[in-house]
């Protein structure tokens, strides 16, 4: 039984299949959390960066940016 048949099914589903849902289902999950999180580290560093350059910037030109 296919991971979709079982999540549609489950009340009929054997507890083998049942099982290897369970465990493809974990390690996904698993995975996709820590990617997640690696991509939240990327996004808070561009985002320190940005504002790094972005503060430089204002002390050069200007707040309003217009020198």
Same mark, same amino acid.
């Given at each position: 039984?296919?991971?979709?048949?079982? /999540?549609?099914?489950?009340?009929?589903? =054997?507890? /083998? @299949?049942? !099982?290897?849902?369970?465990?493809?289902?974990?390690?996904? !999950?698993?995975? +996709?959390?820590?990617?997640? /999180?690696?991509?939240?580290?990327?996004? +808070?560093?561009?985002?320190? +960066? #940005?504002?790094?350059? #972005? $503060? $430089?910037?204002?002390?050069?030109?200007? =707040? +309003?940016? @217009?020198?």
């Amino acid at each position: 039984m296919s991971l979709k048949e079982t /999540i549609e099914n489950y009340k009929n589903a =054997s507890n /083998i @299949d049942l !099982f290897k849902s369970l465990n493809f289902l974990k390690e996904r !999950f698993e995975s +996709d959390k820590a990617r997640v /999180i690696e991509i939240t580290y990327q996004i +808070d560093a561009v985002e320190s +960066d #940005y504002n790094k350059l #972005y $503060e $430089e910037y204002k002390k050069r030109v200007g =707040s +309003d940016g @217009d020198k």
